[in-house]
């Protein structure tokens, strides 16, 4: 990744120029569409210039009419050689990979109110896998500058632990881009989830501190798991939208050298116990 | 325990399954129902014999036999649990012979 790849400096509030999910999105869109971030998607965007923290994609994008009544959510992605095609609700694209983190796409969306954003989605997360990182269900805080995610199956508690981590500020919601760069792994927030209850964040992009599995227990306490343990970990809160056994085997690799680069534990949390305080212990503890 | 698999059985690793080995240890996800599991060393071991080609039940026990210090009675009631079990979870499949 050299900064020669990377995108010029947007001007300040340019709407078609902004970082979603790690990526930093440049797009061309005709005038039959509109190009507007809704939502979610519009909170999680940056206009800021996060440099080689980010990936970097052209996008042409063209109206495609045909597209506005397609129903589901899966998100097709096969790559050849260098080339994508990604295929979800509303969204035709190929990708072509320039550079390392460096990309260019031409897309079809349906104009409907959700055909941008579903572009964002689904691209962000296809760019990030191409590079070897991997979008997890966790919340998020903002800690010291970095990004400690809480993953754990439906109802264990990730957006509780956040909420008591008074002091914080929130970073993701629900979804978490996680990424290698050159310096090391970032993480950046995607769209949908339970509102978690601190200040936000307003960086989009962070280095990643760690990841915790959250676990409701009588006695509170944090330690590093096994690399066995770690994949485990983060192959429940993966997600994976090919069901391939080659797609699954890419997912472990990735997975593997993840673990080897970004800390895995598990928080054993007390309900209404502040957790701040050991957290920061945890993450310093190096 | 009582698997119904007989010695001259062939067994493959099933096509749906995805499997790294962590620590010594294989990590076997299985797709169509997303678990994931952690074989001990001597499931290990046999899982990677599969890798390379499928083998018959028999050879499975004598390649235990001759690489762990167990009884050949004992190892063939643990190679048939682990084989039912594993068929049971769809991560292997056991053809008997005609």
Not at chain 1, 66 to 80: D, M, P, S, T, Y
Not at chain 2, 47 to 69: G, I, K, P
Request: net charge negative; glycine share 10%.
């Amino acid at each position: 990744m050299t900064s020669g790849s990377r995108l010029e400096s947007a001007p300040s509030a340019h709407p078609n120029r902004f970082v979603f999910g790690g990526v930093a999105f440049d797009v061309s869109a005709g005038p039959a569409l509109p190009w507007e971030l809704l939502g979610d998607h519009a909170r999680f965007a940056t206009h800021d210039d996060v440099g080689p923290t980010a990936l970097a994609v052209h996008v042409a994008a063209s109206s495609a009419p045909e597209l506005a009544h397609e129903q589901g959510r899966e998100i097709h992605v096969a790559w050849k050689g260098g080339t994508g095609h990604l295929r979800t609700r509303g969204v035709r694209a190929e990708v072509r990979e320039l550079g390392p983190g460096n990309f260019v796409a031409s897309a079809l969306l349906s104009a409907a109110d959700s055909g941008c954003t579903n572009l964002c989605t689904s691209l962000a997360g296809a760019l990030i896998d191409r590079i070897g990182g991997v979008v997890l269900h966790a919340s998020a805080i903002e800690l010291d500058g970095g990004a400690l995610l809480f993953v754990g199956p439906s109802g264990a508690g990730k957006t509780t632990i956040a909420n008591h981590c008074a002091g914080a500020r929130g970073f993701a919601k629900d979804r978490v881009a996680a990424y290698p760069t050159p310096s090391g792994w970032y993480a950046a927030p995607m769209a949908g989830g339970d509102e978690v209850d601190l200040p936000h964040s307003s960086e989009r992009v962070l280095p990643l501190l760690g990841v915790l599995r959250v676990v409701q227990a009588e006695r509170p306490s944090i330690a590093d798991d096994s690399p066995i343990r770690a994949v485990h970990i983060l192959r429940e809160s993966a997600q994976l939208t090919d069901r391939s056994a080659d797609a699954e085997g890419l997912l472990l690799d990735r997975l593997l050298e993840m673990s080897s680069k970004v800390r895995v534990g598990t928080v054993r949390s007390v309900l209404g116990d502040t957790v701040l305080d050991r957290l920061r212990t945890w993450v310093e503890k190096r | 325990m009582t698997t119904g698999i007989s010695m001259e059985a062939r067994v493959s690793q099933s096509s749906r399954i995805a499997a790294r080995v962590v620590d010594g240890k294989a990590v076997v996800v299985i797709i169509d129902t997303q678990a994931l599991h952690t074989l001990n060393e001597v499931g290990t071991f046999v899982w990677e014999l599969l890798e390379e080609s499928s083998r018959s039940v028999s050879e499975l026990v004598d390649s235990v036999e001759a690489s762990f210090e167990v009884e050949r009675t004992r190892a063939q009631a643990d190679l048939l649990s682990f084989l039912g079990q594993m068929s049971e979870l769809g991560a292997l499949e056991v053809e008997e012979a005609a």
